[in-house]
């Protein structure tokens, strides 16, 4: 009997063996389980692959920041926007757009000082009529006696001019921030994230434009954030691993989304890290700052105006030397008549021009001092009433913009103070002399420069044109340059 049933379960195992057939359910179980794809992340995994510190992933973070980035002057100085039409940066861009606004006006003198003396020239000779000089023959920079008590605006920019596409709107010197106003719209201005609302090791980076207009990326993370609480504001700071030395004026921190953490100013004067909230209060308080008011004016006495025969004009009562560099060319106790070519009635219409006027630009005026009526003109200070830019000389009839260095850096063994060429305008005497920009003047016709009377030789050369010889020192090299009445020069 068990052997019979033995026998039984043996065929019915040897049946199943030899006509086994695959589960049909498990199999598909099973590839399904197999090839299912992992969930996609939204960002690499940057701990895993640090490949991507320099390949395509930061790359395309950072062309998608340059969106966002404006290129100040002519130096190209990067600036974030911040806001659709503003945009934040080093002081340093106030700066080269001044510089620039000062080397366009210079040409133009120096090119209406060369018209007026080529028609003076062609009516002595007689050989014909003279040409049409440009709208200012005579330099507004040095006073002047005016006949007409209502001189014409000879030095108002040409209305065929084209317009800034940046303007300055506001400086804050202690900090070393410029706020600009762009003429075109972004549609898209960064977002700004706190760098306290990130924890310590997050990947972040530095992404700015060089002057060539090549993107500079410097990837790193994020070692430390600090918020404290201080007047009812938060102050966040952070720190992050990387040392962006030799970086443009300004960088973008920003995340692996691209948010901007935060603004990096590197300039002359040191580097300095901002942390997004605080660049948005201080893009506020910039916006919001009433200006400062160098230059306080009031009404003139009804008796005064009928003594002096005026039909309009305010009272300087005080200018704030500190102000201006070297110094305010107005004066107080002067009478102003006209500012920046509109005739001045009252007290609130100069503030009203006197406030729309930016910040470095050139505000040219006509007063009465004394018995004399002078035009002249004098750059604006900053909103907070500091000196703003370099201070600079301009010779329209030499045609150098300079300012006053100590020392020469360039690495010369004797290096002598002088003056630092800003900009030499084309076809002038200076230029066919051989003068270069950015080069050193150390002396003129042979001897030294004390900055007291530096600009004596050459303001003799503006009125009467006389030869000039400079020792110019360019890079680790002394040249001598001469300079005639005609710009020729001696072999």
Not at 52 to 65: G, M, P
Not at 350 to 363: C, K, M, T
Not at 381 to 395: I, K, N
Request: glycine share 8%; aromatic share 4%.
């Amino acid at each position: 009997m068990p052997f019979g049933v033995l026998l039984i379960v043996g065929g019915v195992l040897v049946h199943g063996a030899l006509n086994r057939e695959p589960a049909a359910e498990a199999a598909p179980k099973q590839k399904t389980a197999t090839f299912e794809p992992p969930p996609r992340p939204a960002r690499p995994n940057l701990g895993k692959t640090p490949l991507t510190y320099n390949s395509d992933y930061w790359l395309q973070i950072a062309q998608q920041t340059r969106l966002k980035i404006e290129l100040i002057s002519t130096r190209r100085i990067p600036a974030l926007v911040i806001e659709p039409n503003l945009a934040i940066t080093s002081i340093e861009a106030a700066d080269a757009l001044i510089a620039d606004q000062q080397v366009r006006q210079l040409t133009r003198e120096h090119q209406e000082l060369a018209s007026a003396e080529s028609a003076s020239e062609a009516l002595a000779s007689g050989d014909g009529e003279p040409r049409e000089s440009g709208p200012a023959e005579n330099s507004e920079t040095a006073p002047a006696e005016a006949e007409s008590p209502q001189p014409s605006s000879p030095a108002a920019p040409s209305s065929t001019e084209e317009p800034e596409p940046h303007r300055l709107l506001s400086v804050d010197t202690e900090l070393g921030i410029a706020l600009f106003e762009l003429d075109q719209a972004f549609d898209e201005p960064f977002a700004l994230i706190s760098p306290v609302s990130l924890p310590p090791g997050s990947f972040v980076a530095a992404v700015s434009v060089e002057p060539d207009q090549r993107l500079r990326i410097t990837p790193g993370h994020l070692v430390s954030t600090e918020q404290t609480m201080r007047s009812e504001q938060d102050l966040e700071s952070f720190v992050v691993s990387f040392d962006d030395e030799g970086a443009p004026p300004a960088s973008a921190i920003v995340d692996l989304d691209g948010n901007l953490v935060g603004l990096a100013l590197n300039s002359p004067g040191g580097s300095r890290l901002l942390a997004a909230p605080a660049v948005y209060r201080l893009v506020e308080r910039l916006k919001e700052q009433p200006p400062c008011h160098s230059i306080e004016v009031a009404a003139v006495p009804l008796a005064l105006t009928k003594l002096l025969r005026l039909r309009e004009g305010i009272f300087v009562e005080k200018v704030r030397q500190d102000s201006f560099l070297p110094e305010p060319s107005i004066k107080a106790g002067d009478i102003i008549l006209r500012w920046g070519g509109e005739r001045v009635e009252n007290t609130e219409q100069f503030y009203e021009f006197y406030e729309g006027q930016p910040p470095g630009s050139l505000a040219r005026y006509s007063v009465l001092r004394g018995r004399r009526r002078i035009a002249g003109a004098t750059r604006l200070p900053a909103s907070d009433c500091r000196p703003l830019g370099e201070p600079r000389l301009s010779f329209p009839r030499l045609g150098v913009l300079l300012h006053w260095t100590g020392p020469a850096t360039t690495g010369a063994t004797d290096s002598m103070p002088g003056w630092s060429v800003d900009a030499v305008v084309e076809g002038s005497p200076a230029a066919l002399g051989g003068l270069l920009s950015g080069d050193a003047i150390v002396a003129i016709n042979g001897s030294g420069l004390v900055e007291r009377t530096a600009a004596r030789p050459l303001e003799s050369f503006e009125e009467q044109v006389r030869p000039l010889v400079l020792t110019v020192q360019r890079d680790d090299r002394l040249k001598l340059v001469p300079v005639s009445a005609e710009g020729q020069t001696t072999p």
